[in-house]
């Protein structure tokens, strides 16, 4: 049992297995503040926090054949509630099968970016990415509408929310399809400009529904949670709330293993990008990373800078600010948040490891060389024992709500 005072005056602690400096203590109260995090407000999404938009968001969420005339695949075809909201595969798999690995929307309503290049800037732009790849939903945007014009309830719900839909959708020369992408691209240049317009803004409505819903999928409270929570009020019952074994695994996290360096804050990730020097696996082409989802996030016709955005001020949009491209972010990718991770595997952006135990391994040993780029140089070896490797996981572990 250790017995220790901060001069902040926050907690006195009684029934601990760990003996906590006073940084250590600072940083693992920060993990897990007294108030719960909720998102930020979206100025470039106006419907973000309408009831209306999240009822609406959330049919189309669940919605199977949501873009279009023979699709079959819904948003939760990748991101099921129960697989943590992911899928639980390897590689995310839908009309085709692509070289990634699912992210999990799971507090995605706390990024800047999204994708784990960072290629949007809001979920309602990214909600559009897999509408129109081919080896996704393989739909297109004009597909999305039809499917909202010929569903009863999902077209009362549209119409009393954001108002008519284009009249193109009910017209004799109407297509099921159109998109400016290659797959659908000379249907699209056929339609009128004005009728582009109306089907991108009817679209983009829909797209700001489905990112209004996806903002309410929030962690809750954890064991972890409930452990700081009984710091705070000296009850030994929450205390008790986190093994001795996940207390080991916490002290490492936040002192000899410095994992707190890139996965600090309630929702344990700095929402950055590194390049933390995984090697070539298979016969994958190594992700350009950051660099290449700079350039697709400018050129984003949804981006919160462009017409469709509720907001277009540099106030509004300032991570488009600072987006960094140089030879230190080739290869980088988005840090995850920690937060329900035993519920998402496998893990890194291409799933190769299958569990908790592979990815602390790779950590404390970190093998061979980047497969592109060079690996983030704040990340050294660190050599730990079974035991310990044992107690991180086992600290993940408490992470997950309950």
Known sequence: MAIVSLALGLVSMMQLSVDLTDNELRAMLSLSPP?????????????????KAIELGEKLFFREGLA??????????????????????????GDGVGTLNTPTVRNSAFSNFVFWDGRADSLWAQAAHPIESPIEMHGSRLGVLHTINDDVELKKLWVELFGELPKYLTSDIAALHAAPNEEFGEIWQG??????????????????????FERTVISKHSNFDLFVNGLRKNDIELIEKLSPQAQRGMQLFVGKANCINCHFGPLLSDGQFHNIGLEPYQDIMPVVGRPDGIEKVRLDLFNGRNQFSDDTSWKANGQMLYMISNEHTVGAL?????????????????????????VVQFYSLLPGFPGIGHREETLNRLLLSDDELAELVAFLKSLSSL
């Not at 100025?43 to 309408?50: G, L, S």
């Not at 279009?68 to 390897?90: K, Y």
């Not at 582009?196 to 990112?211: E, G, M, P, S």
Request: positive net charge; charged residues 20%.
């Open 191 to 212: 339609i009128k400009a004005s009728e582009q317009l109306a089907i991108n803004t009817a679209f983009v409505k829909t797209l700001k529904a489905i990112a209004a």
């Open 334 to 358: 988005k840090t995850p948040s920690l937060r329900d991770v035993a519920l998402t595997a496998p893990y890194m952006h291409d799933g190769r490891f299958a569990t908790l135990e592979a």
């Open 35 to 51: 108030e719960s995090p909720t998102p930020r407000a979206k100025p470039t999404n106006k419907f973000a926090d309408n009831p």
């Open 68 to 93: 279009g005339e023979g699709t079959t695949q819904s948003c939760a075809s990748c991101h099921n509630p129960d697989l943590g909201w992911a899928d639980g595969i390897q590689f995310a798999k």
